[in-house]
């Protein structure tokens, strides 16, 4: 029974590393690519929150400042560093 909880665990953690990774790693190296990319809102945008694009969750900030709720299409407008502006 110990040897169970102990291969839980361990796989837990290291599933949970490989996720904190892939968060932080982003596939795309031209960041330009993603202009007029459509999304989907993950977390209401208010201005920030996240946005998936591309199978990709990325930070997002409305263009105008106005807030977007969950499960609205945005269109990204920019790129900037590992933000993204959204319309």
């Known amino acids: 029974m110990t040897y169970i909880v102990l291969a839980l ?3 837990f953690f290291a599933l949970t590393a ?5 968060r932080r790693h982003k596939r795309h190296p031209l960041r330009n690519s993603l202009i007029s990319s459509q999304g989907i809102v993950d977390s209401s945008l208010d201005p920030n ?5 591309d199978g990709e ?5 409305s263009l105008n400042g106005n807030s977007i709720p ?5 269109t990204v407008v920019a790129v900037k ?5 959204v319309d």
């Open 49 to 53: 929150g996240s946005v998936l694009v």
């Open 9 to 11: 665990t361990t796989a």
């Open 70 to 74: 969950t499960r609205t299409r945005v």
């Open 18 to 22: 490989t996720a904190i990774r892939s």
């Open 57 to 61: 969750l990325w930070l997002a900030r």
């Open 81 to 85: 560093d590992h933000l993204l502006l």
